[in-house]
């Protein structure tokens, strides 16, 4: 509203300034035709003097509003056209052009409705752009096709530009997939194992054999040791080996250090299950990156919270947080969801604002809270 108020005061003053030149003008025309001709001829020599030492200094043509160009227009008429370029600052390619110009200012035609193909809505930009994302290997052309799937008539064109648009490639050429996407591909196929040491009450180092799912991210209790030994470690492997069941037959791949504890005999109880052993390089633990990180967490959550008396009491310790990390710790790989769930159960926000709902339920030992609605 105020924007229209302005745009109408602007139109206000042009056109009050055009009349008060137009007026200004006239008075003058007139002043000049009672004037005797030799003083009309001198001020004309004067004033044509003046033009030549202006045009000298400013170099370039002097720049011109609206009003003075229509003045000049209109003075045009009563000069013969020999005379322009004495008379008037501008040439006669000048008042053709700027007279072309008025015409498509009037002549728009110019229809408030859009003409041609509706315009591509937001939504399916944005699905456009998250195929692509998702499927890094689709091009434009298969990603029209999907659309088409699901009942979207886009052209090959239309999606080709939209990419564009998004700084993406519409026809990819890769080589292969990103290590992030490759490493997410093969996680339901990998495990991992590493030894977790733990200083007791009395200073006596203590042995525990952890292993790790990547695809779940479950956690496996190997066995508590204060003298690990090659055979000690081949049991432990056996003992995982009937703990998975059936599920080892979808395992592929064994990631451990060079620890010489890690002996051929341990190779082989998983060779025989068709794993595939892969050791990492020395002092390279991001190459076991899954495993350390779920060693930290035992150490920042339940080990280094309390003093450790024995081998039986370190075991059960671990086997109570252990209970908690499969069944109720969240992991941003598993989209917030614990390893031992398949699916996160979806709530409306509106039952939280009822905190009577909410049950707090203290786990290992009380140094951890767990949360549940009331049943």
Excluded at 133 to 160: C, D, F, K, M, S
Excluded at 309 to 338: D, F, M, T
Aim: aromatic letters at 6%.
């Amino acid at each position: 509203m105020l924007q229209d108020q302005s745009v109408r005061c602007d139109h206000h003053e042009v056109l009050l300034s055009l009349v008060y030149r137009l007026m200004r003008g006239l008075f003058g025309l007139l002043a000049v035709l009672v004037r005797s001709d030799l003083s009309k001829d001198i001020e004309l020599l004067v004033l044509r003097h003046e033009n030549q030492v202006l045009r000298r200094q400013v170099g370039d043509r002097p720049q011109q509003d609206h009003t003075d160009r229509l003045w000049l227009t209109a003075l045009s008429r009563l000069v013969l056209r020999r005379q322009w370029a004495e008379v008037l600052p501008v040439t006669p390619a000048t008042i053709l052009r700027r007279h072309r110009n008025l015409v498509p200012r009037k002549w728009t035609f110019t229809d408030k409705r859009r003409q041609g193909r509706p315009r591509t809505r937001q939504p399916a930009k944005a699905l456009i752009v998250r195929m692509t994302r998702e499927n890094p290997t689709w091009g434009h052309r298969r990603i029209q096709g999907e659309l088409a799937r699901l009942g979207q008539a886009i052209t090959a064109y239309t999606v080709w530009e939209i990419l564009h648009a998004a700084g993406i490639d519409p026809a990819p050429r890769r080589a292969g997939p990103t290590w992030p996407q490759f490493l997410t591909a093969q996680a339901h196929a990998i495990t991992a194992c590493d030894f977790l040491m733990v200083e007791t009450i009395l200073l006596k180092r203590l042995y525990t054999l952890i292993f790790i799912e990547h695809g779940t991210r479950r956690l496996h209790l190997a066995g508590v040791t204060a003298h690990p030994s090659g055979a000690w470690i081949v049991q432990q492997a056996r003992n995982l080996a009937m703990d998975l069941g059936d599920r080892i037959a979808s395992l592929r791949f064994l990631i451990h250090d060079r620890d010489p504890l890690f002996t051929a005999a341990f190779r082989d109880v998983f060779t025989a299950e068709g794993l595939r052993d892969i050791t990492t390089l020395p002092r390279t633990p991001r190459m076991n990156a899954i495993c350390e990180r779920a060693i930290g967490t035992l150490r920042r959550e339940r080990l280094d919270r309390v003093l450790i008396l024995n081998e039986r009491h370190l075991a059960r310790l671990l086997q109570e947080y252990l209970i908690h990390y499969n069944g109720h710790w969240p992991h941003q790989s598993r989209h917030q969801r614990p390893p031992n769930t398949g699916t996160q159960p979806a709530r409306d926000m509106t039952d939280l604002l009822d905190l009577r709902s909410i049950r707090r339920k203290p786990v290992v030992a009380s140094t951890i809270s767990e949360y549940h609605h009331v049943a």
